[in-house]
């Protein structure tokens, strides 16, 4: 369920997110948040930035089916609106900027 849409909703607010999931998991509201909290021991916000990054990384390495694309339109692919947002996302949680990821990759 999480993935189905975790890339297309960085516009919407968190509050809206878990209305969403628990609606899905017809779980409460609260419950969702809890859970999250619990079980990965970070906020929903932390838990879907790792999420796109971890998917950036992936789509990166595969040159055949992303190799065209470029480092805006991998960070688009996978949820952020913005080049900057992306890159300042991707290098706190992988210690590396997209190009430097990309290089290191080759």
């Not at 909703?9 to 628990?22: G, T």
């Not at 040159?63 to 996978?78: F, T």
Request: hydrophobic share 35%; charged share 25%; glycine share 4%.
């Amino acid at each position: 369920i999480f993935a189905r849409f975790v890339f297309q909703i960085e516009h919407i607010s968190f509050c809206r997110i878990y209305k969403r999931l628990a609606d899905l998991t017809a779980t409460p509201y609260k419950l969702v948040s809890q859970s999250i909290n619990e079980h990965w021991q970070k906020n929903f916000s932390q838990l879907l930035a790792e999420y796109r990054i971890h998917e950036a990384c992936r789509r990166m390495q595969d040159r055949d089916h992303y190799g065209s694309y470029s480092i805006e339109g991998i960070g688009a692919s996978v949820g952020f609106h913005t080049r900057s947002n992306f890159v300042t996302t991707f290098k706190r949680i992988t210690g590396l900027t997209p190009s430097e990821y990309i290089r290191e990759i080759k």
